[in-house]
């Protein structure tokens, strides 16, 4: 239950508000479990959880979803302190009506994916590829201008890829006016900034010569230029492609809301295939919850098929037939070493050149070292901990000096832990 919280001060706030006197005409009927909380106001809060969901409502103010006194509420039916009833309160009544009335009208919709105009369709998609080229082109003309002028002279400041960025937006060309606002951050990253923008720099002019040759390509690498520059694929296409059986171990969630539109990466391993995947999960609100699969934590399995997006190699995916419920599940074995974690990374590379970062399982030590933490395996080899945004001494506490499973992602900065296995329990960092 503690698992849904947004963050830790929801988790701590949750457990003392479980074990307050100010709960009244709590009960539990079916899936549905509901309560009044006493708060700071005249009245108290409504509360209603919908556990086939996860689903969540409160009459409280607070922004954070579930908030503390959805999960409070969970936690006194997880205890066996919510007494079971024939009927609902009106007040849980009324959501629950509502709720699947909405999900009824939202069934019956009329279906918008049928056979379209083909002629259309191809006109549109040739329309926004002179689009997307025309943008490039100009593109790279600036491109030439900054290193024609020196980086020196933009001293790689905030802003300064701006325009241009938003003239991507304008060509339909948004995974490339992505890439090119987070250029502000480099020119104040310390020491070596010069070298890490030219290499940016250096990375969009490349995805430029792909693109004027996406003809060309082999599909798989044209598939992958295609998803850098932002063009996007259906779901329903994706889905109808053949998918992958296996047993999937979340290994690791990760939050960005920091984003643009904040996103929740769910990374998966089979247990079978050894194969990573990843789940993308977009919520404007930054809650997550309206997705099915919002809800999985580290430690849980599923017994899905994958479908992934076409590219090489296929990471990100879809989930589709489902054949049981998830469950938890032990720690996952084959947790390999540093020098195979290198050579994983440059094989994906050799795949997709403009890959930003990869799942990792890896088993090793964290150990500290001058200017932050590294993290050794068996054979003395070490690389860096990226430790901004999760909780480090967590991680050193799990891990007590021993060798410990650790699932993150790999990138040029470093290792980001995500979860670490005490035993066969999961914990997400």
Known sequence: ?????????????????????????????????????????????????????????????????????????????????????????????????????????????????????????????????????AGLAELETWLRDQVRAGLSSTGGGYGHAERVAARMVDAQAPGVAAVLRGLGGIGSSGEGWPERLLGAYAQLHLLIRA????????????????????????????????????????????????????????????????????????????????????????????????????????????VGERRHEPVPAPAPDGAGDIAGLLADWAGVLAGDPWLGSWPVLVAGTPVPAEGGWRFADRSGLLVPLVTAGID?????AVSGGAPVTLAGEWSPEGLRPLTAWHGHQAVRL
């Open 392 to 396: 480090y001494m967590l991680l050193l």
């Open 211 to 318: 693109h004027d040759q996406l003809d060309s390509l082999p599909p798989d690498l044209a598939a992958v230029v295609r998803s850098h520059v932002g063009y996007t694929v259906a779901r329903q296409e994706v889905l109808a492609g053949p998918g992958v059986a296996d047993r999937w171990l979340v290994i690791g969630v990760r939050d960005m809301l920091d984003a643009t539109v904040p996103v929740r990466r769910i990374l998966l391993r089979g247990r079978d295939t050894g194969r990573f995947g990843l789940l993308l999960i977009f919520d404007p609100r930054g809650s997550f919850a309206q997705d099915p699969d919002g809800w999985l934590v580290p430690g849980i399995e599923l017994d899905v098929d994958l479908h992934f997006y076409p590219g090489q190699p296929g990471l990100r995916a879809l």
């Open 1 to 133: 239950m503690l698992a849904l919280a947004p963050d830790p001060a929801s988790q701590q706030a949750a457990a003392r508000l479980a074990g307050s006197p100010g709960w009244s005409q709590t009960g539990a009927a079916g899936d549905v479990v509901w309560g009044l909380c006493a708060g700071s106001g005249q009245h108290p809060y409504q509360t209603v959880t919908d556990l086939s969901g996860p689903a969540y409502t409160c009459s409280c103010p607070s922004r954070k979803f579930p908030c503390k006194h959805a999960l409070a509420l969970l936690l006194r039916w997880a205890e066996g302190t919510v007494p079971e009833e024939t009927a609902r309160a009106d007040f849980a009544e009324s959501w629950v009506t509502a709720r699947r009335a909405r999900a009824a009208v939202a069934a019956q919709a009329p279906d918008r994916t049928g056979p379209k105009d083909q002629k259309a369709a191809a006109r549109r998609a040739e329309q926004r590829e002179t689009r997307v080229a």
